[in-house]
């Protein structure tokens, strides 16, 4: 029997994918307030925000805005649900994976409701949200359920007359901030770790897309988590965001956004109490393609690796570095690719494009276009916007890109495609490395000598070789320089939401 990502060994039956659901047309949003003890609150401020559908650009509803002091109370009941002897800290390491799972099975019978939330409130592809977005989910849950009853200390050999060992414990309250490009993701990465290893949390989903966090909140009443484990407080970064990062009484707190906000979370973490630290970070990944590659695969893996999710991915291949002698062919392949790429209602299930976010970011994205056109690249298609259609932009390759380019240095965050060529490998290593961020690189050859020198020469926290975007709740993800500190999934992660705290015991050798 096939085992996928470990899959089986964490207790789920091998399982063919469901099929893909429709939509929930006319998905009533239940859940739009503040999610704190187990309950549905107010914000004490009485003021609430919109969210929007990016597709139709219609307000969907309107949920309660948390602040500051929304966020003392939920850290109070985190607080009180971590006190020894707690329901939550009396459970047994069993059972509380075994609520992973249950949580995990809650989600896979509301999958087509959240993945109907995620694409009406992100417009990514439905089809996206429900494979991609909600199976990542599923599966870190049940991976760090796996974990729940595995976090083991050490006996460590030091005297003779020493018995010295270490214990893994929580940390206590952690607080997490999640971006809108993956909503439930991003939180699930965060908050299946902290959960496995005993912890409490106070989450906040990104502004623009709060509502399948709030969702999330319901499953974990039901599945019976005790009341203050999770909290969840929608709002804003200055407001909610600032509170949970300065507040004196979280211990812990995981971000993944922007660097420039990642530098205010660690500042006021420093600030405040020196709370530990996980950031996860933009990036401006080499996607580099050798000339013995199959240029099959490299033309359609670095296409999906810069224009899935809009090309709203820390991910993105947004520096593509191409052999010369297969520079031409390439960027041809790769234009006819983008000219074919699905754009639309991002609820048909042949869409693999849908809109951007917001205003915000759909003039960013333009502006740097106007960049790259402004500064010699070659726009080989797209290059604006689909008239009359809000968020939408067409998918823009830009070719004949120079390294001093803004487009070949700053994330775009956007369906841009910058294709630079180069000579040798070792010119490509340096212009690879040559930027402050270092999250993900790719490389397409058949070489493998080539493939390892590249893969150990190159400054970033994940590589891929001949595939993109290969995540697994398994393997360690973060990022080498500014793309952050930490690692999310994997074994990495629990190191990130334990304390370890070393027991010596000096025997009394008198007295055998
Ligand atoms: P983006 O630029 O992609 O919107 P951000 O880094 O601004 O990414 O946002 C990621 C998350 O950080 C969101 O939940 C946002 O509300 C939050 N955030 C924004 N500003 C702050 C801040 N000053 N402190 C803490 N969190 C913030």
């Not at 820390?314 to 052999?323: G, K, Q």
């Not at 790429?341 to 042949?350: E, M, N, S, T, Y």
């Not at 803004?406 to 290593?429: C, D, M, S, T, Y």
């Not at 400054?459 to 001949?466: A, K, L, M, R, Y």
């Amino acid at each position: 029997m096939a085992t996928t990502n470990g899959a089986l060994e964490n207790g789920q039956l091998d399982r063919k994918p469901p099929a893909l659901p429709r939509p929930i047309h006319n998905l009533e949003v239940k859940f739009t307030k503040i999610f704190i003890n187990n309950d549905w609150h107010e914000s004490k401020s009485g003021k609430k925000f919109a969210t929007y559908n990016p597709s139709t650009l219609e307000k969907i509803c309107e949920v309660e805005e948390g602040d500051k002091p929304d966020v003392d109370k939920a850290v109070e009941a985190a607080q009180a649900a971590f006190q020894r002897g707690s329901p939550w800290r009396r459970l047994d390491a069993l059972s509380r994976g075994r609520l992973l799972h249950q949580l995990a099975d809650l989600m896979e019978r509301d999958r087509a409701i959240l993945a109907t939330l995620e694409t009406m409130d992100t417009g990514k592809p439905f089809l996206h949200a429900f494979f991609i977005d909600l199976e990542g989910c599923i599966k870190t849950f049940r991976y760090f359920a796996g974990w729940a009853d595995k976090i083991q200390g050490r006996t460590i050999p030091t005297d003779d007359n020493v018995v010295c060992f270490t214990r893994h414990e929580p940390i206590g309250v952690c607080g997490a901030i999640t971006p809108w490009n993956f909503p439930l993701l991003m939180l699930v990465w965060k908050l299946a770790p902290a959960l496995c290893c005993g912890n409490t949390v106070v989450l906040k989903p990104a502004e623009q897309t709060p509502l399948t966090a709030l969702y999330l909140g319901s499953l974990i009443k039901e599945v019976g988590f005790p009341p203050g484990v999770v909290n969840i407080v929608p709002g804003f970064g200055p407001t909610v965001g600032a509170a949970i990062s300065s507040h004196p009484q979280i211990n812990k707190i995981a971000f993944t956004g922007s660097t420039e906000v990642g530098k205010l979370v660690k500042e006021a973490a420093s600030r405040s109490n020196l709370k530990r630290v996980t950031l996860e970070l933009g990036g401006k990944n080499p996607c580099i393609v050798c000339a013995d590659a199959d240029l099959d695969l490299a033309v359609e893996c670095a296409h999906q690796g810069v224009f899935f999710n809009q090309g709203q991915c820390c991910t993105a291949a947004s520096r593509v570095f191409v052999e010369e002698q297969v520079y031409s062919e390439f960027v041809r392949r790769s234009v006819e690719y983008a000219k074919k790429r699905p754009v639309g209602d991002p609820f048909d299930a042949k869409t693999e494009q849908g809109p951007q976010i917001d205003q915000k970011q759909f003039d960013k994205i333009l502006e740097l276009i106007e960049s790259g056109k402004n500064e010699g690249a070659k726009l080989e298609c797209g290059g604006s916007a689909i008239e009359d259609r809000g968020l939408f932009i067409k998918p823009t390759v830009f070719s004949e890109v120079t390294d001093n380019m803004r487009i070949a240095k700053e994330e775009i965050f956007g369906p841009v495609q910058p294709i630079l060529k180069f000579k040798n490998i070792e010119e490509v290593i340096k212009r690879a490395n040559s930027t402050d961020y270092g999250l993900t690189a790719a490389i397409f050859t058949k070489n493998l000598d080539k493939a390892l020198k590249l893969a150990s020469a190159l400054e970033s926290g994940t590589v891929w070789i001949n595939c993109y975007n290969a995540l697994y709740a398994q393997a360690p993800f973060g990022g080498f320089k500014m793309s952050g500190n930490g690692r999310e999934l994997g074994e990495y992660a629990l190191a990130e939401y334990t304390e370890v705290k070393t027991v010596t015991i000096k025997l009394d050798d008198k007295n055998p």
